[in-house]
Every structure is written in C-alpha cells, then in structure tokens.
C-alpha cells in the first residue's frame, strides 16, 4: 500500500513544474500586458540613466561657465601696472567689475538648479556687496542661502556677507539676526565678534567687555586682531561734532613786538 502511493506521488508534477505552468499559462494569456510592463521598467531605466547622465553634463557644463566667469576678475587692468603681451585687459576697473557680474548673473540664469549655479549666485552677491549696493546683494545671499545645502563651502561667507549688506542698509535687527546664524555654520567666533561690534556701533555699556571676552576666547583665530583693533579704536577720542566742525577758527592774535628798552640820561 505505501509503495502504491509513493508511485502514485511520483507521477504527479513536482510544485515547481505547477507554478512554472501556472507562470507560464499566465504569461501566454497576459503576453502583451506583461511586455508593455516590462517596457515600462525599461523606459524608467533609460530615464534615470539619462537624468543622471544629464546632471553631470549640465553640471560640468555650469562648472566651465562659472570658471570662465570668475577667470575674468584675474584679467589685469590696461591703465594699471605693465601688462604681458598677449594678455587680455579691461580699459578699467569698472569695466572689469561690470564683465564679471553680467557673466555671473548668466551662469546664475542658465544654470540655477546646479552647485556651480548656486555658487555664481552667491558671488553675484559678494560682488554687489563690494559695489555699494547692498539691497542687490542682500537678495543674491537671501536666495543662495535658501537654495545651497549647508555643506556649501560658501555658506558661512555668504551668512556674513548678508549680515553687512543688512547692515549698510541700516537694518541692524536684521543683521544681528543674519550675523547670529554664523553659529549654525560652525563659525561661532565670527557671530560673537559681530556681537561685540554692534554692541560697540549701538554705545551698549558692556561693549568693551564684550571685545574683550572674544580676544580672550579665541586668542588664535583672527577676530582676536579684529577685536583689539576695535578696542583701540574705541579708546580714541570721539570726532567732533558737525556743530563744531562749522564752527569758524578763531582769528590769531597779531604777534606783538617787543618793548624797547628806554635808556637812562
């Protein structure tokens, strides 16, 4: 009796020839599902290949632009120095500064949404903020800083640069704001020397401690020197004021000429 079944279950297909049957009585049936499926996850394949293929082309592509850009602002000026034969100048430096925006505000155009685009987008900022115009450079920072991840190398200069532009625009609330955000990228000794700074333009009494306390803490890092040299400054005497600056020179005193001495008969 139990070699009859055992034959009897040899006859039978083994569980993998049932689901590969199954398997392929499907795939017979659905043929053409199955073949605009498996198209579909081709397509998806060529796609991220392609999208990825894209981003380093425009990548490298936005990186070129940028360098050519940047190249510019290390051309030497005509009316300067004595150039090399050869060498491509600017008449001014005006004329140079104004070939440097305009290349970086079109890398910042055509390539936003790349690292070398978001880097042109800070220098544009950078670049204004030395010009004067601190409104144009404050929305280059503002959009940088919303765009680039914090491992951009340019973050913490472009935190700082904002907090200046802020500042040349009088807006001192916003720029101590700006310049506290130097902690979040790991430059806490810069946000506490622009503390003391704006403490010192402010008059606040504790001013002075304040410098004093960032020479003391950061000894080696270079906002040492810029706190003694604001602590020096600080110990001059004041300007004077535009009411005595108009007030007129008082007229010198004619020199008098000396006695003769009277002789005696």
Excluded at 201 to 230: G, S, T, W
């Amino acid at each position: 009796m139990a070699h009859k079944q055992e034959r009897n279950e040899l006859k039978k297909p083994d569980e993998f020839q049932v689901v590969a049957g199954k398997t392929m009585d499907f795939l017979l049936a659905h043929r053409m599902q199955v073949l605009v499926g498996l198209a579909a996850v081709v397509v998806v394949a060529v796609v991220v290949w392609s999208m990825t293929t894209w981003n380093a082309s425009r990548e490298a592509k936005a990186g070129a632009a940028l360098a050519q850009a940047l190249e510019l602002e290390q051309r030497p000026i005509a009316a300067e120095g004595n150039p090399q034969a050869g060498d491509k100048t600017f008449p001014t430096r005006a004329d140079r500064d104004k070939a440097v925006l305009d290349a970086l505000e079109q890398v910042r155009k055509e390539y936003s949404k790349t690292r070398a685009g978001q880097t042109a987008t800070a220098q544009v900022g950078f670049q204004k903020l030395r010009a004067g115009d601190a409104t144009g450079a404050q929305a280059a920072l503002d959009e940088f800083l919303n765009s680039a991840g914090k491992d951009h190398p340019l973050r913490a200069f472009a935190t700082e640069a904002l907090g200046y532009a802020y500042e040349a625009q009088g807006k001192l609330e916003e720029a101590k704001k700006a310049f506290a955000r130097l902690r979040e990228a790991d430059a806490p000794e810069r946000a506490a020397f622009h503390e003391a700074r704006l403490a010192l333009v402010e008059n606040k009494p504790d001013a002075k401690q304040q410098l004093e306390r960032v020479a003391k803490e950061y000894p080696k890092d270079p906002v040492a020197l810029e706190a003694n040299q604001r602590l020096e400054i600080a110990a001059l005497p004041p300007p004077p004021t535009a009411a005595e600056e108009s007030k007129p020179a008082e007229p010198a005193k004619p020199a008098q000429r000396p006695k003769k001495p009277v002789r005696k008969k």
